[in-house]
């Protein structure tokens, strides 16, 4: 089966910095690549995704970049908040499964 | 309703003991997911139904669990037996697939502490 890692595990950044978070996947048949927010006491929450027919793909300030070549896929927040804190976690989804794989999740933390 | 919505929010439970877990899906989404989640990991897959059937039940991970969705709407993860280790996070997700595309809408979640 698919199998997604996820780095790094936690970071830090001061409030205005970027921040990036990456992952990988196994199976190269994936086409789907969710990213999910989850805040403490809360489901995760779907934040953007990108289909493997796109390289990348921007909402304001998140963006997330596809190499299907190297089989990973990154998130990109810009001008980091406060209330960006919480953790991230990546997905794939391989188009005749029903399941979606997940990756272990990043705890972001954005300093004011 | 707005969003997925699953009851009870927390529930603790004594060992050996059967628990029901409910899961209200977005109105009109066909397929529903059971995830769970242990601490400081991603969701893991449990059970997945296209409608009224279970379509994928490869994750459950042993004979103790079993899901239902009867009219294809609510589900109910049910869990017999329960046991110190499955305390964990149980997430409910649905999604409506068109053309082929599919975006997936997880709950809130039910915390399971079996003591």
């Known amino acids: 089966g698919e199998n997604v890692e996820q780095h790094p595990s936690t970071l830090s950044v001061q409030e205005g910095d970027s921040a990036v978070i990456k992952c990988t996947y196994s199976?190269?048949?994936?086409?789907?690549f969710p990213w999910y927010k989850q805040e403490l006491g809360k489901g995760p929450q779907l934040i953007i995704d990108?289909?493997?027919?796109?390289g990348e793909k921007k909402d304001q300030r998140i963006a997330v970049t596809l190499n299907k070549t190297a089989k990973h896929f990154s998130l990109h927040i810009t001008e980091t908040q406060p209330e960006d804190s919480a953790v991230y976690f990546c997905?794939?989804?391989?188009?005749?499964?029903?399941?979606?794989?997940f990756g272990s999740g990043t705890k972001l933390n954005v300093k004011p | 309703g707005a969003g997925v919505s699953q009851t009870p929010s927390n529930k603790v439970t004594e060992k050996g003991k059967y628990v029901e877990l409910r899961c209200d899906p977005i109105?009109?989404?066909?397929?529903l997911y059971w995830y769970r989640q242990s601490l400081g990991q991603g969701p893991e897959f449990l059970i997945y139904?296209?409608?009224?059937?279970?379509?994928?039940d490869s994750g459950l991970p042993n004979d103790r669990f079993f899901a239902v969705r009867p009219e294809g709407s609510v589900s109910t993860l049910k869990i017999q037996r329960t046991e110190r280790g499955d305390s964990a996070v149980y997430l409910c997700?649905?999604?409506?697939?068109?053309?082929?595309?599919?975006?997936?809408?997880f709950g809130p979640g039910t915390r399971l502490l079996v003591l």
């Open positions: 199976d190269s048949a994936s086409n789907y």
């Open positions: 139904f296209q409608g009224t059937g279970a379509a994928d």
């Open positions: 109105s009109g989404h066909t397929a």
């Open positions: 997700a649905s999604s409506l697939r068109t053309g082929g595309l599919e975006t997936q809408y």
């Open positions: 997905a794939a989804k391989y188009p005749s499964r029903d399941k979606f794989y």
């Open positions: 990108i289909r493997s027919n796109v």
